[in-house]
């Protein structure tokens, strides 16, 4: 069983949250600086669309403290109000994008109004154990009404019945609440987006949490977070491949290092594949990513093209493997989950 710590320290008066596994960093939640009133990921708002554009499929909306955001529908007009959650961060200079079926997130279950149905996560095995949760869920979600859905997660696998109907009751009342929409059509707040150290403790359900003094220190965080700063990164077997980020896209370059044999590029290419969804999630890096794999025969393809989906597979941010491009290199398209990790924590 690995070793799975996690820790949150207050820097610069904005929460941090870590992951360390096997003693080497694995995730990093961020917060915002205080002054920052960018709309966040999950935050829900009582907006007013101020323009329909029907033309691209969309009105923007507007939201409180000056901030905008656009929601895909032709069939919204000026001047309505409308509840909406930020889906994603905006790209610098955009409008936030919005969505008009939230999701609730939880420990064990999201709560999907819009999408009903109650579904299970494919890592959930055993046909008793997916039918008794099933029956748990469809129960707690009784009296829901017909357009609200479950999605039962991974750890609720391993959770006890009262725990997952527990819940799932206090999804459906945080639900509710946001449903009681405030009179009036000035934009406002209905449900402010989870902290760092909230996100990390529902997300990260397998790590034992260090309190205590300095916790970063003891677990080699900051020197990790401090190796952050430099694109490099070292990879099993001699090679290493950088990652930056552009005002475009996330440029990945996948190098042999000092390994000449037949098969370095393969080896190089391959060690970069696992490697990816880690150092593009401690960055915090997200959108377009561009990568050039070392030289390799058009044959080796599908054996990157496995390996980079099986990484991804596990990775908590949603990334698709668009394909290679006629120059030899692979696009992935990364949800904006994050913002860039070393913009966020400064010194």
Partial sequence: MRGVAAAVENVGGALVAARVVDGALDDLYVDSPPSDLTPQPEAMY????????????????ALPDGQRGWLRGADRKAGEMVGVQVSRWAEAGKAAPLTDRPILKGALALLTPG??????????????????????????LAGAGEDVG????????DADEAALTAEIAALRAAFDAVQEQPAGREPSLLRAAPDAEARARRDWADADWLDGPEPFERLGVWDAIEALR??????????????????????????????????????????????????????????????????????????????????????????????????????????????????????
């Avoid at 479950?150 to 696998?157: E, F, H, P, T």
Wanted: hydrophobic share 45%; charged share 20%; aromatic share 6%.
């Fill in 46 to 61: 009582w907006g007013r669309v101020d323009r329909a554009a029907p033309a691209i499929g969309a009105a923007f909306v």
């Fill in 115 to 140: 999408a009903p149905g109650v579904n299970l996560a494919r890592s959930i095995k055993g046909h008793e154990t997916r039918e008794r949760l099933t029956a748990v869920a469809g129960a707690a």
């Fill in 230 to 347: 430099s694109p490099r990164v070292t990879l099993p077997g001699g090679g290493w491949m950088s990652v930056e980020a552009t005002a475009a896209l996330v440029a990945v370059d996948v190098n042999t290092g000092e390994d000449f044999s037949k098969t370095a590029s393969q080896t190089a290419n391959l060690a970069a594949c696992a490697a990816l969804p880690r150092a593009l999630r401690l960055r915090g890096f997200g959108g377009l990513v561009y990568i050039d794999f070392a030289p390799l025969k058009k044959g080796a393809r599908q054996g990157v093209d496995l390996a980079l989906k099986r990484a991804f597979a596990v990775d908590p941010v949603e990334t698709q493997v668009v394909g290679w491009t006629p120059a030899g290199a692979v696009e992935l398209q990364r949800k904006r989950e994050r913002r860039p990790t070393m913009a966020l924590i400064r010194g």
């Fill in 150 to 157: 479950l999605v039962i997660r991974s750890a609720a696998g």
